[in-house]
């Protein structure tokens, strides 16, 4: 039996040896260095300015700033994850658990927000909802309501309609991964849970 000759199967010294760079590979890794510093070039800049600042802006900052934004982000983040659960999972459920008119038209509509960007909602819905917008138009012409800063008509510009503009754009993303989870259940196994006394919900 013939031996094998190991040094083809492992690169050597004289392999590695080889290796050299081509005036491709530095055009690439030129690029990629310009790309990059384009990237670090402004985040260096923010930081050298905030850092050249004085040191009572600083503690104004950590005292009255800071702690506002984090406790504000915070909620954003709880009530964008929470109602785009809510609208994500109750929509793919309701078109994989239950046939009616319309349930396929209504399956690829729900993921058609995947096709605006965010800004543009939220331009959207402030000059829909926003004061001389067509709502506040038709409720001043048919009821003769005035809006006011008491009224009972909510604030859009608020972190309720935050949530509200983002949960609009981002539910279709848990929307299709609930889908797809729920396409991928036996139908089986619900109707042995309904003969058992289960509901659709429990």
Known sequence: MASTDLSRLTPGRSA???????????IASAC???VAALVVVPLANL?????????DIWADL??????????VTV????????LTALIGVGAAWLVTAYRFPGRDTLAWALALPLAFPT????YVYVDIFDAFGPVQNALTALTGWKPTAASWY????SLSGAIFVFSLVLYPYVFLAARAM?????????????????TRFM
């Not at 909510?154 to 510009?157: E, Y």
């Open 16 to 26: 590695r040896r080889r290796f050299f760079w081509t005036s491709s590979d530095l």
């Open 32 to 34: 990629l260095v310009a």
């Open 47 to 55: 930081v050298r300015i905030a850092l050249s600042g004085e040191s």
């Open 62 to 71: 950590v005292t009255y700033v800071i702690p506002e934004a984090l406790r």
């Open 75 to 82: 909620l954003l983040l709880a009530g964008v994850a929470a």
């Open 119 to 122: 800004y543009i909602v939220a």
């Open 154 to 157: 909510p604030n859009i510009r």
């Open 182 to 198: 729920f396409q991928t259940q036996s139908a089986s196994l619900f109707e042995v849970a309904r003969t058992l006394g289960a």
